[in-house]
């Protein structure tokens, strides 16, 4: 199964059929937006909106984690993840697509983790997943590839297919928000190697990988940076920028799905392996 996961500007697949619409309240909350299931290509989707619908969660208080686990208890094994960013890398224009590989975590006070040793949520289930919360076991999971080689990859060949202007790597710098970074902040992202600036990518990646679970991050850049634009930025030019690629990000879905095979073949449900101590 395959969930998508919609940022700013993106609360629902335009398009794209709704067949059904499913509300779940998991052990860490209910999800920021109804789950909406839909159909391309004969392959069943799940989507949700980061935000909710109106944007009503600022970055800081997005559910994050009960937004994942709403796509475990749907048996979600793969997450695309669409995210509007700012451009520090002076290579990347408004419009372009990036294809995410690698993070960096300016955050403060997220929850951004489920395996909280003794004190963990109670969650029902007899998976691996299940069992290390239920045992209180302290994990750690491994970094050094966040983001699905598989998905990443089958992504890189749909862009490249659809001639859409897009860069096959990127690292995204996560800040907490809801303002906007200073040009200050925005110098040092780019000395420590950001390539975008964004706001929702942390902890939701980290979550997904803990949930043994597939996930990609493409971003549309929305605007330069603070600093390098040159001018006031506002959240109304990233709506815009993102309503003028909702055609195109369909296509993107459509296609990238169609490419995934049924097998997972990235390794990734075994990042659980040696992860507890």
Same mark, same amino acid.
């Given at each position: 199964?395959?969930?998508?996961?919609?940022?700013?500007?993106?609360?629902?697949? /335009?398009?794209?059929?709704?067949? /059904?619409?499913?509300?779940?309240?998991?052990?860490?909350?209910?999800?920021?937006?109804?789950?909406?299931?839909?159909?391309?290509?004969?392959?069943?989707?799940?989507?949700? %909106?980061?935000?909710?619908?109106?944007?009503? =969660?600022?970055?800081?208080?997005?559910?994050?984690?009960?937004?994942?686990?709403?796509?475990?208890?749907?048996?979600?094994?793969?997450?695309?993840?669409? %995210?509007?960013?700012?451009?520090?890398?002076?290579?990347?224009?408004?419009?372009?697509?990036?294809?995410?590989?690698?993070?960096?975590?300016?955050?403060?006070?997220?929850?951004?983790?489920?395996?909280?040793?003794?004190?963990?949520?109670?969650? %029902?289930?007899?998976?691996?997943?299940?069992?290390?919360?239920?045992?209180?076991?302290?994990?750690?999971?491994?970094?050094?590839?966040?983001?699905?080689?598989?998905?990443?990859?089958?992504?890189?060949?749909?862009?490249?297919?659809?001639?859409?202007? =897009?860069?096959?790597?990127?690292?995204?710098?996560?800040?907490?928000?809801?303002?906007?970074?200073?040009?200050?902040?925005?110098?040092?992202? /780019?000395?420590?190697?950001?390539?975008?600036?964004?706001?929702?990518?942390?902890?939701?990646?980290?979550?997904?990988?803990?949930?043994?679970?597939?996930?990609?991050?493409?971003?549309?850049?929305?605007?330069?940076?603070?600093?390098?634009?040159?001018?006031?930025?506002?959240?109304?030019?990233?709506?815009?920028?993102?309503?003028?690629?909702?055609?195109?990000?369909?296509?993107?879905?459509?296609?990238?799905?169609?490419?995934?095979?049924?097998?997972?073949?990235?390794?990734?449900?075994?990042?659980?392996?040696?992860?507890?101590?």
């Amino acid at each position: 199964m395959i969930g998508i996961i919609g940022g700013s500007g993106l609360y629902r697949l /335009e398009g794209f059929e709704v067949v /059904e619409r499913l509300r779940v309240r998991t052990p860490f909350g209910e999800p920021s937006s109804e789950i909406l299931v839909v159909h391309t290509e004969g392959i069943k989707l799940f989507f949700l %909106s980061r935000h909710g619908e109106g944007h009503i =969660y600022p970055p800081h208080l997005v559910p994050y984690r009960a937004n994942l686990w709403a796509f475990r208890e749907f048996g979600v094994k793969r997450v695309i993840a669409l %995210s509007a960013v700012g451009a520090v890398n002076k290579r990347f224009k408004p419009g372009d697509f990036v294809v995410i590989d690698d993070l960096l975590d300016l955050t403060k006070r997220r929850k951004d983790t489920y395996y909280e040793g003794k004190f963990s949520s109670p969650v %029902s289930g007899e998976d691996k997943v299940a069992r290390l919360l239920k045992e209180g076991k302290v994990v750690h999971i491994d970094a050094s590839q966040l983001y699905c080689p598989q998905m990443r990859s089958h992504l890189i060949e749909t862009l490249e297919e659809l001639k859409l202007s =897009y860069h096959p790597s990127g690292t995204y710098a996560c800040t907490e928000g809801p303002r906007f970074e200073t040009p200050a902040e925005i110098r040092f992202i /780019e000395r420590v190697g950001g390539d975008v600036v964004g706001m929702t990518g942390y902890p939701e990646v980290v979550l997904a990988r803990e949930l043994a679970m597939c996930y990609c991050g493409l971003c549309i850049v929305a605007n330069p940076a603070a600093g390098i634009a040159g001018y006031r930025l506002t959240s109304e030019e990233v709506i815009n920028l993102m309503k003028q690629r909702e055609q195109d990000i369909g296509r993107v879905i459509r296609l990238l799905v169609k490419r995934l095979s049924h097998m997972r073949s990235c390794g990734c449900e075994k990042i659980l392996e040696g992860a507890e101590v």
